[in-house]
């Protein structure tokens, strides 16, 4: 009798431990970050000028973001392929957050922090651009502000899109790999990116490649008195570094 | 009379073996055979177009972080690595060209289907000490079990 009550009680004692690793695993830091790379803080310049040759400078770039989120994937989500992430781990900021991806930070200009993440590799990125509530874009998930020049002329230009959209993306690429976060109370950051030649195309890039052959350019904005609705349906402006998202338009 | 027979016909062959010339040992051929494993990719743009010339940068699951090899895709976007490192054989490759750019994972044991060769809960990371205890919760399941039994003995 006595024997079998130490029994149970072990036995409660080690099902118990199975449940800890979730509970006691170190936790650590995942930083979310957006970057609309230089072409949001220099611009389009020569030789980086538009596909139809418009010299660019901007003065604001918000974004609107929601549910920025990073997973753990395995097998590594691949968004060429799978239209879900299937995740063993996640972290979300829900946000919403406006951010202007040409302010004081940029080009890397900070969405927040989770410290109590789980360790192992966020291979796995996916947010929501979605219509501000408030603020200087409210109505929009996208406005751009600047200047555009070309043969002498010079206008200033507002574009926006109230168009709501989620991204999926696999994991970071670039000089270096990101996302690992080690099990002993480390850091790691992950990137929102933003590619702006995918919606006013390159000068330096050959007329026929598929990023130009969909980028608007400037020119059908160019008539415009000041404001023009883009429409960004259809071009992948999101990535993480250089890696390739899935979009989702609502 | 047979014994010194013999042991002339031993000592000719002794002998004969020694006058060999070496030049006759240097015509045995041999042939040995390493295994290495080649992996080939295809770096395309989602058109379909090949990443001609593609920066590649094959990873090691086991330092993951840090190119093991780097090189360059040919004109059709293909890249082959050779006994890749390290020797479980699992690695990423890389590709990247004109601010666009891809990773593939290939588990050790890709050739007999790509099935994974690590699982969520595992890494996740069990402690030595819950181990030891999850593993002596068995042993004593065990133990206990018999000894259960052996007091419903009749008798």
């Known amino acids: 009798m006595r024997c079998r009550s130490w029994l149970t009680l072990f036995t409660l004692a080690g099902s118990l431990l199975l449940f800890l690793p979730h509970t006691q695993a170190q936790a650590g830091t995942v930083t979310f970050y957006a970057n609309g790379e230089e072409l949001a803080t220099e611009g389009f310049t020569s030789p980086e000028l538009t596909k139809d040759g418009w010299t660019l400078r901007f003065e604001h770039i918000y974004v609107t973001l929601a549910a920025v989120s990073a997973y753990q994937t395995d097998p590594p989500f691949d968004p060429h392929r799978d239209d879900e992430i299937t995740a063993a781990r996640q972290v979300s900021l829900p946000g919403p957050f406006t951010l202007d991806l040409t302010g004081d930070a940029a080009p890397r200009v900070l969405i927040g922090a989770i410290d109590t993440a789980p360790p192992g590799h966020y291979n796995a990125l996916s947010w929501r651009l979605l219509k501000a509530d408030s603020g200087p874009a409210a109505g929009y998930s996208m406005m751009l502000t600047g200047t555009a020049g070309k043969d002498g002329r010079t206008r200033p230009f507002v574009l926006y899109s109230a168009e709501e959209s989620t991204y999926r993306c696999g994991e970071y690429i670039g000089d270096e790999r990101k996302g690992f976060l080690p099990a002993d109370d480390g850091s790691t950051d992950l990137e929102l990116t933003f590619h702006l030649d995918h919606i006013f195309g390159r000068a330096d890039r050959p007329a026929e490649d598929p990023m130009n052959l969909s980028a608007h350019g400037f020119d059908p904005f160019a008539d415009n008195k000041i404001g023009a609705t883009m429409r960004l349906r259809g071009l992948h402006i999101g990535h993480t570094g250089e890696g390739h998202c899935r979009v989702e338009w609502h | ?155």
């Open chain 2, 1 to 155: 009379m047979r014994g010194p027979k013999v042991r002339t016909l031993f000592a000719g062959l002794l002998a004969g073996m020694a006058l060999t010339p070496p030049l006759v040992q240097a015509h045995g051929a041999i042939i040995s055979r390493t295994t290495q494993t080649v992996i080939c990719v295809q770096a395309t743009y989602d058109s379909g177009q090949p990443m001609a010339g593609a920066q590649m940068a094959v990873f090691s699951a086991a330092d993951p972080t840090r190119a093991r090899l780097t090189g360059t895709a040919d004109n059709n976007g293909h890249y082959c690595v050779v006994s890749p490192p390290p020797a479980d054989g699992a690695i990423s490759i890389q590709a990247r060209l004109a601010g666009h750019g891809a990773i593939i994972h290939i588990p050790a044991d890709a050739e007999r289907g790509f099935t994974q060769n690590s699982s969520p809960r595992t890494a996740a990371g069990y402690n030595t000490t819950q181990r030891v205890v999850m593993a002596a919760s068995i042993v004593w399941g065990c133990i206990g079990t018999a000894l259960y039994f052996t007091g419903r003995r009749p008798g």
